[in-house]
């Protein structure tokens, strides 16, 4: 039968005390229950609010839930008291969407070289694409071509080694898939130029999408060409005309950013159906959640581009036009609640301010005797966003609803104008349908 008692010597180490007590304790009776008895033994009234542990003299603590004889110590032993600071508490994510909330922090800023090397591309292929448009027939549908597939075939043999020579590689094969589909029929029509050009870079960024997995600027890629291809498409069927196509690329582009979030839980299949999420898991969907939202807010901003400057070319109602561009830029500045990752927020702070931007040379367009009141309003709301961009987002719950409320409204306009300026409402009247 097995000694009840155990006697051992308890070394105590501490901030001001050191000290060697010999005792006899209880071998079956853990540790949890005794340390009370054996602090106040060792040390009476004069203890300190610390919380104590038993340790090994090399070794981790003992275990308090278990008792001595179970924490493998006999007679003979000596064990150390020591006290250990009390960790503050934190929120332990427990939960699967807690834990891919948390999992897209801390990313680089730097890019290096990769923003310059990505414009000298877009530069040699806008000059490739105008050189092929004066001269048909000569070499510049081919050299598009072979520049286009050599780089895919170099970002696909390169792989995940170095990401930025990647993303360069990948920018590379889908503009010069884009100039491609330019080049191919260099007589044709602007909605069936457009078509060909946007479906070339939607099939090179998808190829390149299925054969590089984890690339972060393929989404975006597939985002924005989907988005062009509905829209020229679209335009070609219905009405060949910019504001049209401008507008009609507005709509989408919103949809699209309005379901990007289920398309993400698709695609990462993440869902009540997976309870554990890892954090690569959860890191990858950040990756594809951003570049849908960059893709698309892009989009939105270049539709309304093309409605401001349709709007100039053809003197059509600059009224109209100022109203989708400033409503698609509102609902993409006030989208940026929604988001708690610094890079989405940038994506859609810039693009909607460059869609209400695209508002302001159609109005003074239309009315150049009155663009200084204008400009006026355009420098002065410029300075109140850079004071307002360093303050926290408001913390009043009414203030909140409001903006929230706010960006309902400015969504809820955006297809009327949409209709407006494509002439849906002019067809339906012409048509006497109503």
Do not use: K
């Not at 922090?105 to 070289?113: I, L, P, T, V, Y």
């Not at 408001?394 to 409204?409: M, T």
Request: glycine share 8%; proline share 6%; charged share 10%.
């Amino acid at each position: 039968m097995p000694d009840t008692l155990c006697r051992l010597t308890v070394h105590v180490v501490g901030a001001d005390e050191s000290a060697a007590v010999d005792l006899v304790l209880p071998a079956a009776c853990p540790l949890g229950e005794l340390m009370p008895s054996l602090v106040d033994t060792i040390f009476g009234d004069t203890a300190g609010q610390e919380h104590w542990q038993l340790t090994r003299v090399t070794g981790p603590p003992l275990n308090p839930a278990l008792s001595l004889r179970d924490n493998d110590i006999g007679d003979g032993d000596m064990v150390m008291l020591t006290a250990s600071r009390v960790p503050s508490p934190r929120i332990s994510p427990t939960e699967a969407c807690t834990a891919v909330a948390l999992a897209g922090g801390n990313r680089e800023s730097g890019h290096g070289a990769t923003p310059w090397c990505i414009a000298g591309i877009i530069v040699a292929a806008v000059t490739l694409v105008r050189s092929g448009m004066v001269t048909p027939g000569g070499w510049h549908l081919w050299c598009a071509a072979a520049l286009s597939g050599i780089a895919a075939t170099m970002s696909v043999a390169l792989g995940r080694a170095d990401r930025r020579v990647s993303a360069v590689l990948n920018t590379a094969a889908v503009v010069f898939a884009t100039a491609t589909g330019l080049l191919a029929v260099p007589a044709a029509a602007w909605p069936a130029a457009t078509l060909l050009a946007a479906a070339s870079a939607l099939a090179m960024s998808t190829l390149l999408a299925r054969m590089c997995p984890g690339a972060a600027d393929l989404p975006a890629f597939c985002a924005v060409a989907s988005a062009v291809t509905a829209a020229a498409a679209l335009s070609h069927l219905a009405a060949p005309r910019l504001t049209t196509a401008g507008a009609v690329l507005v709509v989408l582009s919103l949809a699209g950013l309005a379901v990007s979030p289920r398309i993400t839980i698709a695609l990462a299949r993440l869902g009540p159906s997976r309870p554990a999420v890892d954090g690569e898991e959860a890191a990858a969907a950040h990756t594809l959640l951003t570049a849908l939202v960059a893709g698309w807010s892009s989009s939105a901003a270049l539709g309304a581009v093309v409605v401001a400057a349709a709007t100039i070319v053809s003197g059509a109602s600059a009224g109209l036009c100022a109203g989708l561009c400033v409503a698609v830029g509102v609902v993409l500045i006030l989208r940026r609640n929604s988001h708690a990752d610094g890079v989405r927020r940038l994506w859609l702070g810039t693009s909607g301010f460059i869609a209400c931007a695209a508002a302001v040379p159609a109005v003074a367009d239309a009315a150049p005797a009155q663009a200084f009141w204008l400009s006026v309003a355009v420098a002065g709301g410029c300075v109140a966003g850079a004071l307002r961009a360093g303050r926290p987002e408001p913390s009043n719950p009414a203030l909140r609803h409001g903006i929230q409320v706010l960006e309902y409204v400015a969504l809820a306009a955006v297809i009327p104008l949409a209709f407006w300026v494509s002439g849906v409402y002019g067809l339906v009247r012409d048509a006497s349908l109503l």
